[in-house]
């Protein structure tokens, strides 16, 4: 297959089985919110109808004048098994920047749980500072001595590399990074492949709990190894970038909970529990120029998040409790 003249800017995402609803929603919102350029999704299994009709016999799905969608199978992990899609991050990225979009400046990747709610511009004018990258929820403040970084130096020591200090930890759901500054992808790469090679994790697991604490998130712990690891400038925004508190449009994270095609709205209000705001907005963004429910399965979903906020209005209680 090759490369066209793909603009400025692409952005990759990785789906399965029912996580193409998550493309749709993100596809969406970055319509709305003025995104020109290409959509990579990479993806394993059988493509969804949807996909399939909106792709015919082309190449490359035109979905606005501006917007186009190209699906491409994902390959084997270097070990030539079959990993989990979140492990597969740095290489995708590789295969995207190399293969399918050699003439893009920028290259974001997003979880397709994510929608944005800010322009677009504003994505274009934070990447030219650096590599973009989101504080986690978990060990937000993360100090430059933290106990799991003497481990992560560790492994970027037989790696070969130094290591930078710095603070905080940041979220592997979502990266904008310039092709010169690609070098962040190799060394992420390079130390996901050591990292399942020293292991004897499973890498086709997301979570890796029998293993060590510093490890467990595997691409996001690596990812945060390979910005110390490398020299290449990045540029923070807060974990409220992502929707947790204190709001901030700009994009909403639904990490929290079942995904918001799985889950149960009402059940989990009873339980104190109603959607937060990326739940809401993911429905916001399922309407728009791409479609994956049909009509009245949307029409049920917004009733039921609709009715989980009321019930939330008397029954609440902390997300420490869930």
């Not at 917007?67 to 390959?75: A, E, I, S």
């Not at 274009?124 to 100090?143: F, S």
């Not at 930890?169 to 060394?187: H, S, V, W």
């Not at 709205?265 to 104190?272: E, F, P, Q, T």
Request: glycine share 8%; net charge positive.
């Amino acid at each position: 297959m090759s490369a066209t003249n793909d603009g400025s800017s692409v952005v990759c995402v990785l789906a399965e089985r029912s996580y193409f609803h998550g493309v749709v929603a993100l596809t969406n919102s970055l319509i709305s919110k003025g995104f020109s350029g290409q959509i990579l999704v990479g993806y394993r299994g059988f493509l969804p109808h949807w996909a399939m009709t909106l792709q015919g016999q082309a190449a490359l799905a035109q979905i606005t004048n501006d917007v186009t969608m190209r699906f491409v199978p994902v390959g084997p992990a270097p070990d030539g098994s079959e990993w989990n899609l979140s492990n597969m991050k740095p290489y995708f990225l590789r295969q995207a920047a190399t293969q399918y979009c050699p003439n893009a400046d920028a290259i974001f990747y997003f979880d397709v749980d994510i929608v944005i709610e800010c322009a677009w511009s504003h994505y274009m004018r934070w990447v030219k500072h650096g590599v973009v990258v989101v504080q986690d929820m978990a060990e937000t403040a993360m100090p430059a001595n933290h106990a799991y970084r003497n481990e992560w130096r560790a492994l970027a020591t037989r790696a070969g590399y130094s290591c930078r200090d710095f603070g905080g930890y940041f979220n592997g759901g979502f990266l904008g990074i310039l092709r010169e500054n690609l070098a962040l992808r190799d060394i992420w790469a390079e130390l996901i492949t050591l990292f399942a090679t020293e292991s004897s994790i499973d890498m086709a697991r997301m979570l890796a709990n029998e293993g060590r604490p510093e490890f467990v998130r595997m691409d996001q712990d690596l990812l945060n190894v390979a910005l110390m690891a490398s020299r290449v400038p990045f540029s923070v925004l807060g974990r409220e970038a992502m929707g947790c508190f204190p709001k901030q449009d700009i994009m909403y994270h639904a990490m929290i909970f079942a995904k918001p095609w799985q889950r149960n709205y009402i059940l989990d209000a009873l339980k104190g529990l109603p959607p937060d705001i990326a739940h809401q907005g993911f429905w916001r963004h399922t309407y728009g120029p791409v479609q994956s429910f049909p009509a009245s399965t949307l029409r049920r979903k917004r009733l039921a998040v609709r009715i989980a906020r009321w019930i939330g209005l008397v029954r609440r209680r902390a997300v420490a409790d869930w």
